[in-house]
């Protein structure tokens, strides 16, 4: 079975702290993107990766960096967390184009206090 | 930025209704996806379609692709409340990216 694994289902930090996300795929996929999601506005692509080291910015990537030393592992970093970053956090990969199916992992809500 | 707008936000419907999604862009897709996503899960691939005017079928639910590609269908005959969920379309401008839309929450009550 495809797997897209989230570190954390639930996050609490503080506001300032540096956050880190963690994403690990199990497929082989070339591509990966975090997504951050808010009722009413659907998914939010925040960053994507098509190969390792390659980065780049979606809709929303303000605030937000990513990294992606390995094939399989895609982390996304909030440099200084913000009240206004609480949100549900959600990593996929898909195999190459856009027209191919994009899994998903089961998310992070993370909540800035 | 390209935008996918779906109606309704909210739709809450008596088991074996019928309803019916819409998902609208100003923009041309060249490929569109349909995934519903459940509480405390990520999105999951429904079907996608690819050639304008293209139906396609998965057991109740039909999904249509305009003929422009710039905007998508999802009818549901006879819901079940096993259909509760999320709905969300999404769009392949191109490579790589995936552009989804707002989503539509549905409810099936028994």
């Known amino acids: 079975d495809v797997k897209v694994t989230q570190s954390s289902r639930y996050l609490v930090k503080r506001t300032g702290e540096k956050v880190f996300l963690e994403c690990v795929q199990d497929?082989?996929?070339?591509?990966m993107f975090w997504y951050r999601q808010d009722p009413g506005l659907g998914l939010r692509l925040i960053y994507f990766s098509y190969d390792v080291k390659m980065k780049e910015k979606g809709d929303i990537p303000e605030g937000y960096s990513v990294s992606r030393e390995k094939k399989e592992r895609f982390s996304l970093i909030l440099e200084s967390a913000s009240t206004n970053q609480t949100s549900m956090y959600l990593c996929?990969?898909?195999?190459?184009?856009?027209?191919?199916?994009?899994?998903f992992g089961q998310g992070t809500r993370l909540t800035v206090v | 930025t390209q935008l996918l707008e779906q109606s309704p936000q909210f739709l809450s419907i008596q088991e074996g209704e019928n309803l019916t999604v819409y998902c609208n862009s100003s923009?041309?897709?060249?490929?569109l996806q349909w995934y519903r996503q459940e509480p405390g899960e990520g999105p999951v691939l429904l079907v996608t379609?690819?050639?304008?005017?293209e139906v396609k079928k998965l057991k109740r639910l039909t999904f249509q692709f305009g003929d422009a590609r710039k905007d998508s269908s999802l009818h549901i005959t006879a819901a079940q409340p096993g259909d509760t969920g999320l709905y969300l379309c999404a769009g392949a401008p191109g490579t790589y990216k995936y552009i989804f839309g707002t989503g539509t929450r549905l409810k099936v009550l028994a």
């Open positions: 497929m082989d996929h070339e591509n």
């Open positions: 379609v690819v050639t304008g005017g």
């Open positions: 996929a990969s898909s195999i190459s184009t856009g027209n191919t199916e994009a899994f």
């Open positions: 923009s041309v897709f060249s490929s």
